[in-house]
């Protein structure tokens, strides 16, 4: 298997700019989180989803982000307008909920917004 | 809401020997899931092991094994043996039983593994 994939790598902006980050979870796997890790504050979930269904999104900062799941195959964590602070690795996870509970890390997104 | 603190933000051990790294947490729940991750320079994160609050016996993987402390809400790592390529953050990792996958991250340890 090839693991979660998240794409792009690395991420660039200027201040205001969209951000789409995009995240392929494992095949099979039924539920899919977004983790923000930064220096000031660790490693924090944003949201996560059950069979494509957003279950607590109680972390996401604030209206400027939004996650999305289409389908089993594919998520997106956007940010609109961003801003310098948040900057930040995003990490998607999956998971098999009803056979383990391991989340399964991507390799993250390096957001960098000017 | 759950707390987990790591309170050695660094350590460090000579190649073959024995370290531990301290976690404890807070919560009022009785049905509970711990866990170690693994963050290498690589940043992948990648579970180490995992302990469940209704079991007494300690997890052991391999080199990795833990101390569960359930009524003093403790959860230590001990590396055996340690190599190099244990160099890595390490994040202790709290979830709550009954369905929930959210998991609350510690602030992490890092661990640098000295040849």
């Known amino acids: 298997d090839a693991g979660v994939i998240q794409s792009p790598r690395h991420e660039v902006t200027e201040m205001g700019q969209e951000v789409t980050l995009r995240c392929k979870p494992i095949?099979?796997?039924?539920?899919l989180f977004w983790y923000r890790q930064t220096m000031m504050r660790g490693l924090e979930l944003l949201i996560y989803?059950?069979?494509?269904?957003?279950?607590?999104d109680s972390g996401m900062p604030e209206d400027r982000f939004s996650a999305k799941m289409p389908n089993a195959s594919f998520s997106t964590l956007k940010i609109q307008p961003s801003e310098p602070r948040d900057s930040a690795v995003y990490f998607c996870?999956?998971?098999?909920?009803?056979?383990?509970?391991?989340?399964?890390f991507g390799p993250g997104t390096r957001l960098t917004v000017l | 809401a759950q707390t987990v603190t790591q309170s050695q933000p660094e350590m460090s051990v000579q190649e073959a020997e024995t370290v531990t790294l301290s976690c404890t947490y807070d919560?009022?729940?009785?049905?509970?899931?711990l866990f170690w991750y693994k963050q290498p320079p690589s940043r992948q994160m990648i579970l180490v092991i995992r302990?469940?609050?209704?079991?007494?016996q300690n997890a052991t993987e391999n080199r990795f094994s833990v101390n569960f402390q359930k009524a003093a809400k403790s959860f230590s790592l001990k590396i055996s043996d340690s190599q190099l390529g244990d160099t890595a953050m390490y994040f202790c990792?709290?979830?709550?039983?009954?369905?929930?996958?959210?998991?609350?991250f510690g602030k992490g340890t890092k661990l640098t593994v000295n040849p």
């Open positions: 990792a709290f979830m709550k039983g009954g369905g929930s996958e959210k998991l609350v």
């Open positions: 095949s099979g796997h039924n539920s």
């Open positions: 996870a999956s998971s098999h909920r009803t056979s383990s509970l391991e989340q399964f």
């Open positions: 989803f059950n069979n494509n269904v957003p279950i607590d």
């Open positions: 919560t009022s729940e009785n049905n509970y899931y």
């Open positions: 302990q469940e609050a209704y079991k007494q």
